[in-house]
């Protein structure tokens, strides 16, 4: 089954604690990037990643970091999370870049709920 | 830059009732337009999209949408709405060139009661 995969879907940690999301796509995707989601304001982009050792920032990438060794996976990362880092976390995927002949229709991981305290 | 408008932050409608989602958004170029939609608890899925053609999109369970360039809008509709439609609606956008990342607007909450 083609999916989006994060880790972990709940989280509850301290400030000042690094830690990890992972995000993982079984469909051979090109582009993946990070959002987070909070109300009112909708999905903002974190990082985004066109491929292999290719990533860059979106528009709210301050206290995060991301790595794209591997084709499918692009794990987000918090070296010093802070309260202002509590949202709803999303991986996604697509097939190519917007405008490389493609839409870049996005596909989505379940999401990551993260609460520093 | 690119950015998203959505003007309906939360909408309540009876069963039968139709429906109409405001999307407006600022490019000066070629875009793509997307509808998303959140069920609770659940993760964002493509309810329609826009590329070229036809401005007028079909998608899944009922829905479509009209483009209207001069007007920049990007609007979502469905003539009878059910209790299952009960979730939040984004609509999104990338340009073709430029920063071609996913911009989404802030949301619209739909509750559909029975």
């Known amino acids: 089954e083609a999916q989006v995969t994060q880790n972990p879907r709940y989280l509850i940690t301290v400030t000042g604690k690094k830690l990890t999301v992972t995000c993982s796509q079984n469909m051979n995707h090109e582009y993946m990037s990070w959002y987070r989601q909070d109300p009112g304001l909708g999905l903002r982009q974190i990082y985004y990643?066109?491929?292999?050792?290719?990533?860059d920032k979106g528009d709210v990438p301050e206290g995060y970091k991301v790595s794209r060794k591997e084709k499918r996976n692009f794990p987000l990362i918090l070296e010093s999370p802070s309260p202002n880092q509590t949202s709803l976390y999303f991986c996604?995927?697509?097939?190519?870049?917007?405008?490389?002949?493609?839409?870049?229709?996005?596909?989505f991981g379940e999401g990551s709920r993260l609460t520093v305290l | 830059a690119q950015s998203v408008s959505q003007h309906n932050h939360h909408v309540i409608l009876s069963e039968a009732a139709s429906l109409e989602l405001g999307c407006n958004y600022s490019?000066?170029?070629?875009?793509?337009l997307f509808w998303y939609v959140q069920y609770p608890g659940q993760h964002l899925q493509l309810l329609l999209k826009?590329?070229?053609?036809?401005?007028l999109v079909k998608g899944i369970k009922g829905f479509e949408a009209e483009f209207i360039k001069s007007k920049f809008s990007f609007n979502l509709r469905k003539p009878s709405v059910q209790w299952s439609d009960t979730a939040e609606y984004f609509c999104?956008?990338?340009?073709?060139?430029?920063?071609?990342?996913?911009?989404f607007g802030s949301g619209t909450r739909l509750q559909v009661q029975p």
């Open positions: 999104a956008v990338n340009a073709r060139t430029g920063r071609r990342a996913l911009t």
């Open positions: 990643s066109m491929n292999v050792e290719v990533t």
């Open positions: 490019y000066g170029g070629t875009v793509n």
């Open positions: 826009y590329f070229s053609g036809d401005p």
């Open positions: 996604a995927s697509s097939l190519a870049y917007p405008g490389q002949g493609y839409t870049g229709e996005l596909f």
